[in-house]
């Protein structure tokens, strides 16, 4: 839906997207067209600034040199606390997109992507250290971080408590993006609200851009429609429930960290 939003918010905007990557995600090589699909660059993404000093200053320094304050458009999900971060941020019009982080993580275990969790900076609540070493040894610190991270959640016989592991730091990863995230000055549409209703993404970008004329956004098609059903069935399946308290869980325990 991100990519959606971005290409229509570009295209009713009259903006350009780089030629070197698609979706004008400059900060995801797996984006860019040069480099083939897919990347096993996951540890490379989510970078925090106490685990990744040197990749901070280079995103900054790459950003300064290759995001154009005009004429383009730019889209990220693959580095929220860097670009949150970066002084530059502020020279651009900004339209951010939240959803229930729970949808997220389904939508990213669906996939095999667990990127997110080298952000997480703390111990699951409720797993034996021992465990959370053993786990960590196993799987986190792993080069190859996706293709091992699928491997383990896909081998029931490889530990529970790794699986647990990985599950939990994928919240956990997603639950600090989200607190970065809204700290960025800027519009918001919320994923509900748009696959429901276009005109709240024209509704934004009127907001950001008063005086530009712009068209009306259309994307709801037969299609769609029945990819947002399926999601809805999901919504209501018992694993996604499990998986809902363990995201507000996790939230309440870093709320509680927090204060």
Not at 223 to 237: I, Q, V
């Amino acid at each position: 839906m991100s990519s959606l939003i971005y290409s229509i918010s570009r295209e009713a905007l009259g903006l350009r997207e780089p030629r070197w990557t698609n979706e004008g995600e400059i900060l995801n090589l797996d984006r860019h067209v040069l480099m083939g699909w897919p990347q096993l660059h996951g540890s490379r993404k989510f970078s925090m600034r106490a685990q990744h000093r040197c990749d901070r200053e280079q995103i900054f320094a790459f950003l300064d040199d290759a995001a154009h304050r005009e004429g383009f458009a730019y889209k990220d999900v693959v580095q929220p606390f860097a670009l949150a971060a970066w002084p530059g941020l502020a020279r651009f019009r900004v339209l951010k997109v939240t959803r229930d982080v729970a949808e997220v993580a389904a939508s990213m275990l669906e996939r095999g992507w667990h990127y997110p969790a080298v952000a997480a900076t703390t111990s699951p609540a409720g797993l034996p250290q021992a465990a959370v070493a053993r786990a960590r040894r196993a799987a986190v610190t792993h080069s190859l971080w996706r293709i091992a991270a699928r491997r383990v959640v896909r081998t029931p016989v490889h530990d529970r408590w790794t699986a647990q592991l990985l599950l939990d730091e994928l919240i956990t990863g997603l639950l600090l993006a989200e607190r970065a995230l809204s700290s960025v000055a800027g519009e918001t549409v919320a994923y509900a609200d748009a696959v429901r209703d276009p005109q709240c993404l024209l509704t934004a970008l009127r907001r950001l851009y008063p005086d530009r004329e712009l068209g009306n956004p259309s994307y709801i098609d037969e299609g769609f429609a029945r990819r947002r059903a399926a999601l809805e069935a999901r919504r209501r399946s018992p694993k996604f429930e499990r998986l809902r308290r363990r995201v507000q869980t996790i939230r309440d325990a870093l709320d509680e960290a927090r204060s």
